[in-house]
């Protein structure tokens, strides 16, 4: 390793366990097969803990997100003692849904075909001719089918499976790594939910790994590059990748540096990150030909300024948090890119019916300290504060922009899809700075060997 490599390793996060792969065959048929989807619904699916609904978003008793994912349907719903249950979205009596509208306040829940009412804790409390059921009444007998439901940095997980461990075992190192970012405090500013012409797993893919920022990202300068001009080193080299016996990645990029140019004599720190600096009160010509001092420059600022500005998680992380760019992937279906004050959601739902189709949330949550009105910034960019995005933008793909690097991605998603088909595909041949895609992969089979 060399010096300026060395430079880059982060000192306060050690790696995982980073077990060993079996090195199983990656084909296209997990792609396009209805065989693999349906093996996907049987054996996977119903064993996963899922990242839902959110909080905030549901604080008084009665208030509920719908949200469906694949072929089910779930309702989460703000209980009087304030805890949160969810139901499958379906009532017990022949099966009609219960409601389409995404959110709502309800003390009942009225199914539209035959009238029968649940309450808000599952419980059926009308249900017409109820003496007329040879099995007995059925307010005596049916609730509506709840699912485990646990919530952690202000979302809300389920799980189908009523012997599945806590979402705390589930999470491994994650659970730690995020708590110092007081992540239920942040808002939701952006809120895209995209119709996908692809597999989930292709998505998945894509964000399990860093192979494909130079060329997809930067391809005037595909093979020579060695860093982006967001100031995030992206070497594979001085790059800490991290697996976690749970099934999660990690992925740390050093960043806050100046673009490659700025190393030179003579060089100049050029936007985003020139203006991330004077945000900070960093002046960046007094860093002309200094690019890998900026970095130091930078958490240094935010530690002194920070606090004053109503930043109140910044005493919990360490300097690398502060700049680095925390890429994780949580199995199965959710990555995540998590900076000191932006939180990138990235999720894939399966399609219920089609395996070439899946939905793809783009969501951008940020920290909200009182005192700061100014535009969230980071060394990838300059996102405008705004409104809230309660509700999300739903669309097809193509109709609207997700923002330059996600429709770089989006891009290839499709190109990928049309050339798994083919039987001149004879199989994924994967780098090292791959292995957590291959990781993903092992880790679905391993739920078709349960």
Known sequence: MSE??????????????????????????????HAFMEKEWEFMWPKVWLLLG????????GDYQMEDFGKESFLMVRQDDDSIKSFYNVCQHRGARLTFSD???????????????????????????SEDFPQ????????????????????????????????????????????????????RYVAQTVNMPCNWKIILDNFNESYHLNTVHAPEKAVTKKRMPSGVDTSYKSTQFDLSDEGHNRMIMQAGYGPAGSFEEGGIIEDPLATVM????????NFTGRGFDTREAIQKAKRKLGPKRGYTHY????????????????????????????????????????????????WWYASNPKNEISPIRSTVGIHERGNFAIEPDIFNHGEKSLGQTIDQDAVVFIFQQYGLRSRGFNGAYFA???KRVHRF????????EE
């Open 432 to 434: 090292g700075q791959e």
């Open 103 to 129: 959110v709502g306040t309800a003390e009942t829940f009225n199914c539209p075909y035959h009238g029968w009412k649940w309450r808000k804790d599952g419980k059926l409390i009308e249900a017409q001719d």
């Open 136 to 187: 007995g009444d059925p307010c005596q007998n049916l609730r509506l089918e709840e699912v485990k439901t646990e919530t952690f940095a202000g979302f809300i997980w389920i799980n189908m499976d009523k012997n599945a461990c806590s979402l705390k075992e589930w999470l491994g190192p994650i659970w730690d790594d995020w708590q110092a970012y007081e992540i239920h405090k942040w808002k």
């Open 278 to 285: 004077r945000d900070w009160e960093i002046d960046p010509d």
């Open 315 to 362: 005493e919990n992380l360490h300097d690398e948090q502060l700049t680095d760019a925390f890429h994780y992937t949580l199995f199965p279906n959710f990555a995540v890119s998590l900076w000191a004050d932006g939180f990138h959601f990235l999720r894939a739902r399966p399609h219920a019916t089609d395996p070439e189709k899946c939905v793809f949330d783009n």
């Open 4 to 33: 300026i490599d060395k430079k880059f390793q982060s000192k306060n996060f050690k790696s995982w366990n980073n077990s060993d792969l079996k090195n199983i065959p990656v084909d296209g048929k997990r792609y396009n097969s």
């Open 441 to 448: 992969h092992e880790m679905i089979e391993s739920y078709f």
């Open 54 to 61: 959110r909080e905030e978003e549901i604080p008084n008793p």
